[in-house]
């Protein structure tokens, strides 16, 4: 762990593999484990995490659009991808890459099949999504019928697995809600199952799902927050580790006068002298102005520098008053601590938003290899 010279992202792929095992260790050891690597990874380096999940043994990487899949095929990952939304237009690039689609409505599947009877695909893999509660993608149980009668009256694609996805795994207020998209889902593959050519595997569970309802893992679950070392909740987090830690430096520290101003719109006036660092990293980079004005603490030699006035597009100013520190420091903006959690709590928001937000323009650093 090289000390940081300007803004990186380090990210650390010996942590994935602990994550990884972890998250295995709670499930049977013939469930199939699908690596999420959607968004850059949640953040990171997609191509990186991939190659590490494909050398540590995962059965299945899943992204959201097909041109992250190509830039995972072009990177040479050879596991098989789930493109989880995948959109028409892209179908033709879809199949190019060998990416598997989810097929989760009548017309997505039409459109299709139109594309694989053009191409004479035969047999090529698909995966179909219920909605079981999310209402976001996904057939209704009352498709069944009408989905079988297309699926079994032709040959070009073949049905490989049949999944929902949960709404409030993470939520334990919402276990009966929960336990109701699970009968649900369980109801509509002892329906649709006996009338699919072919077995399809089935999946269902998120991270929370594998933590708080490992009783539903069917054959595979699908793992992303985990796997970066965030289980939404406290006594899980303790046991995962953070793959990705945001560095910065001190660039230039100023002693600020009572009744001086700091950063735009004077948002800061100091009612008593403090010291400030100016930090290279700014809402460009996806620190986001709700993290401004005291939402959010840095950390800088072991201590806690909240951010003093409006986050600039490049820039953010932290209060050092009182912390031993001087221009050309370390500074640790997520990671160990604050955990990228407790970072994006305090402008309420999520791990999730924050890991994902972070810009292309901040230099990703690879270790742990
Ligand atoms: C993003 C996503 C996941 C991963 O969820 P986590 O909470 O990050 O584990 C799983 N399944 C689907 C359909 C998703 O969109």
Redesign the pocket.
Known sequence: MAKADETILEIDLLALEHNYRFLKSRLNHDTKFLG?V?AFAYGSDSVAIAKKLEAIGADYLAVAYVSEGMALREAGIKTRILV?HPLPVSFENLVAYNLEPNIYSPKILANFLEVAKTKGLKQYPVHLKFNTGLNRLGFGGNQINDLCDVLNNQNEVEVVSVFS?LAASEDLNEREFTENQIATFRSITNTLVPKLKQEPMLHLL???GIINYADAQFDMV?????LYGFGNEAIIDQQLKPVATLKTVISQIHTIKEGQSIGYNRAYKADEPVITATLPIGHADGIGRQYGNGKAYVTINGKKAPIVGNVCMDMIMVNVTGIDCEEGDEVVVFGASPTAEQFASGAKTISYEVLTGISQRVTRVVIGN
């Open positions: 999420v959607k989880l996805h998120n991270t929370s699908r793992s992303g927050i985990g």
